[in-house]
Nanobody
Framework: QLQLVESGGGLVQPGGSLRLSCAAS????????IGWFRQAPGKEREGVSC????????KYVDSVKGRFTISRDNAKNTVYLQMTSLKPEDTAVYYC?????????????????WGKGTLVTVSS
């Protein structure tokens, strides 16, 4: 069964850090671009960051630039989202998703597989 499983969410104080992981099972991530998305209560889901299948290209939404870093370890079949300087407005359920793509670039549309999400709460 093809699955993406997110982990690493939790409660953190403003200014703190978390690292989210997105692990794939049942398929290899080598040929997939990966996106991280989030959905806050009462808001639409938004793309936060993505990384191309080669890892050569990344993208970030403006609100997280300079604070979040996406990376991938194909040997571990896992993609990470390092989040620093967290703010209350980063509170959301974070999802990872995979898009089968050989493109050098990544984007937030047309994802093939989705995880079930992990909750990040930033609060004092």
């Amino acid at each position: 069964q093809l699955q993406l499983v997110e982990s690493g969410g939790g409660l953190v104080q403003p200014g703190g850090s978390l690292r989210l992981s997105c692990a794939a099972s049942g398929f290899t991530l080598d040929y997939y671009a990966i996106g991280w998305f989030r959905q806050a209560p009462g808001k639409e889901r938004e793309g936060v960051s993505c990384i191309s299948s080669s890892g050569g290209s990344t993208k970030y939404v403006d609100s997280v630039k300079g604070r979040f870093t996406i990376s991938r370890d194909n040997a571990k079949n896992t993609v990470y989202l390092q989040m620093t300087s967290l703010k209350p407005e980063d509170t959301a359920v974070y999802y990872c998703a995979a898009l089968y793509s050989a493109s050098y670039y990544c984007w937030f549309d047309g994802m093939n597989y989705w995880g079930k999400g992990t909750l990040v709460t930033v609060s004092s």
